[in-house]
């Protein structure tokens, strides 16, 4: 029969001194993982709310094809709203921008967006979107033959 020594020399457990080296290396990792995931998400909000912006606008030209009559699309700083030619009250609801997104910079032609019953906008124009945290800036083109707005590349 064989008996076990228990020395020191042969204990095959994790130390202390191991694990907390794991932890540091892993939370290292979970550092940089979450700064680009954060970069990330700042990257979205601008994008996104470009993005919602083009699909109003293109809600009011298609009401205004459909009802003939003209719409308008105005602009805050950190909204926008429709309304339809003869009646002041809001289309629907108003939309507010994503948070630490404002309109930074508007053309003649986006105070407001008027869109004819023809699916034509009254005056070409840009806007410009910037983001307060990141410095990000998209741009935002109306054609008016067309009625359509675009991000500039």
């Known amino acids: ?12 457990g994790i ?23 954060h970069k990330y998400q700042k990257d979205m909000q601008i994008k996104l709310t470009s993005q919602e912006i083009l699909g109003i606008i293109s809600f009011a030209r298609n009401s205004a094809l459909s009802e003939r009559k003209n ?3 105005i602009f805050d700083e950190n909204s926008v709203s429709i309304k339809r030619e003869g009646q002041e009250e809001i289309i629907g609801k108003e939309y507010r921008f994503r948070e630490r ?3 930074k910079e508007k053309s ?24 307060t945290s990141g410095g990000k ?3 935002l083109v109306l054609h008016n033959l067309t009625g359509r707005c675009f991000i500039e590349k």
């Open 108 to 131: 003649q032609g986006f105070n407001p967006i008027i869109l004819q019953p023809d699916g034509t906008s009254k005056m070409a124009g840009f806007m410009v979107l910037a983001d």
């Open 71 to 73: 719409f308008f699309v």
């Open 137 to 139: 800036e998209v741009r």
């Open 1 to 12: 029969m064989y008996f076990k020594s228990f020395d020191k020399t042969s204990n095959k």
């Open 15 to 37: 130390g202390i001194v191991e694990v907390v080296i794991s932890l540091f290396i892993l939370s290292l990792f979970l550092l940089v993982s979450l700064t680009y995931f």
């Open 101 to 103: 997104i404002y309109v």
